[in-house]
Nanobody, 115 residues
Framework: QVQLVESGGGLVQPGGSLRLSCAAS????????MDWYRQAPGKERELVAT???????NYADSVKGRFTISRDNAKNTVYLQMNNLNPEDTAVYYC?????????WGQGTQVTVSS
């Protein structure tokens, strides 16, 4: 069974940084595209960043130049480095992948940007 476990969220001041991690199990990690989503209160869940099995990356316009997605296939882990955070980045962050056509989500980790 595919399991995704996020960690690394917390409270940070505007302009600060956080690194989120998502540990995956139950799949051949190196073959999977991995995504980071976020959902702010009262808003729909939105795609933040993706990384392909080959390492190609894409980002939402709102985070380009500030966030970096990366993966460590030896550790079955995908990361989201978030720099220059602002209050609009406050949300629950989720990692997601697909296996055999089915989506799998982690439980989410809260990121709060506030002074």
């Amino acid at each position: 069974q595919v399991q995704l476990v996020e960690s690394g969220g917390g409270l940070v001041q505007p302009g600060g940084s956080l690194r989120l991690s998502c540990a995956a199990s139950g799949l051949i990690f190196r073959l999977n595209r991995m995504d980071w989503y976020r959902q702010a209160p009262g808003k729909e869940r939105e795609l933040v960043a993706t990384i392909s099995s080959g390492g190609s990356t894409n980002y939402a316009d709102s985070v380009k130049g500030r966030f970096t997605i990366s993966r460590d296939n030896a550790k079955n882990t995908v990361y989201l480095q978030m720099n220059n955070l602002n209050p609009e980045d406050t949300a629950v962050y989720y990692c997601k992948t697909e296996s055999r056509g089915w989506p799998f989500w982690g439980q989410g980790t809260q990121v709060t940007v506030s002074s």
